[in-house]
């Protein structure tokens, strides 16, 4: 018998709370029971949603009819068997409770074999009043109806069959992601949602999932440290979402939330994408197991970790570098390829059918993109200017389009970073000192931070009552930068004085004053200035965006333009 009954004093130590809220709760606790019992293919038939029914197929090891009934009751739990094991949980469901609170609140119905003959069971409302012998298929098959049809006041916060469904969508998408050995189907109404080839091949996975754009725009990350390691995927800065709901972060295994987590990832990303749209991960961190604490939230999606910040810089890093190693130019033709072909995908295809068009299309789109590398330092001629916004310019390779204050504000912003790392300060005297007069609250504000703008060159001094005096700025802070922009820099002091974080900080003032000193639309260069630009451009560790994330510069390849006007087919 595999199943045990749980301590009384373990029961208790567990924090209690709701484990079934909605129809995706269920499909979570029995899915993960599926995965417990090492099922290789798991299928879950929703029916409206799930509000229905929910039914739950695996090929897992089954049960035989001790455990088929025992299952049910409270605290039966084949994963913990001491106190201690508590605090070291490595398998995915750990309540005991789960079945039990789902059968006391519906009605289920069971099929279960782990060896010659399968039981089946009936229960309701937590009274078992069916068991009999059934087929000898090798597995459980699991099915809940009539959910909450004994506790009406909590069946009306079920929520729409739209909302629930959707609800049950996005929960076995992150799981197939965290499971790619597993295959996993989910129907409503007769209709797949979601199908996975359980191939174990997590790029294989995402495709499955997220369809051909963001696939093929996935880059690979992998690092290690002593208490963890980090493999999995990130998408290219050319597929980003309005919501964090792609962001999927799996430790050991199991769904977790979390905001540092998220932050670090998003941290990552800096300049290189919009505020305001997230990324497409998919992270796995793998750490001892005794380094998490899983107990803090009984749906137990997020975590507390020992060392969370040796993690996040890790993650940071990892992420960082293969935008940094692989960030291509955004291409003007290629997404609108991408999703033409996505648009074509049957969802009826098989999975093996669909891989085939991927792999032809990584071929494909290999021939139109740049890579990084060839790109930087290579020399680009100006054509001429559009509006006197946009810069024409050409090569051997094709030709390019740059928005000319985006790309000037991501050389400034460069320059200013790179000059605030600098051990040694150059400042310029102002000619004309700039008084500032402040209220008396963000004058104290100022005054507690004002050093940080003082590390970088800047002289202020006091002058009169929450008044300042701005006497010399670093050189960096060219001529464009008139006095009025002084005042934004204290504004920002101020603003961020709460929480003060130096390092962001000093991003914001960065970007603010590149911003602010670079080139305006509307405004007309000569044709040495543009060259200096486009020189000064390519020499950029990222140039490809603003420093906000705004594009600064596509790319027409010769063999775009001969496809644009047909000269090839
Ligand atoms: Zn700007
Ligand atoms: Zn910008």
Redesign the pocket.
Known sequence: MKIRVMSENLANKIAAGEVVEKCASVVKELVENSIDAGASSIKVNLVDGGLSAIEVIDNGSGMDRDDAILCFQRHATSKIMRDDDLFFIETLGFRGEALASIASVSEIDMDTCSDEIGTHVHIKGGVMDEVSDASARTGTSIKVTNLFYNTPARLKYLKSEVTEANNCIAFIEKLALSNPNIAFVLTNNDRVVVKTSGSNNLLKTIHEIYGLNVSSNMLEISTSSDDFEIKGCVGKPSVLKKNRSHMNTFVNGRIVRNNELNRAINDAYNTYKHEGFYPVVVINIVTDPTLVDVNIHPTKQDIKMSKMDELTKLLYKVIKDALYNNLLIPNALVDEKLNEVKDNFEPVLEPDEKIVQTSMDFTQKDDIIVKNEEFKGLKLYPVGQVHGTYIIAENETGMFILDQH?AH?RINYEMIKKKMQEESISTTEMLIPLAIELNAADYNSFMASKSVLEDLGFKIEEFGINTIVFKAHPTWLTKNFSGDNLRTIVDLVITNQKNFNKDRFLDNLAKMVS?KMSIKANEHLSREAMEALLDDLVKCDNPYN???G?PSIMKFSNYELEKMFKRVI
């Open positions: 985006a504000e911003c603003c420093c906000h705004r």
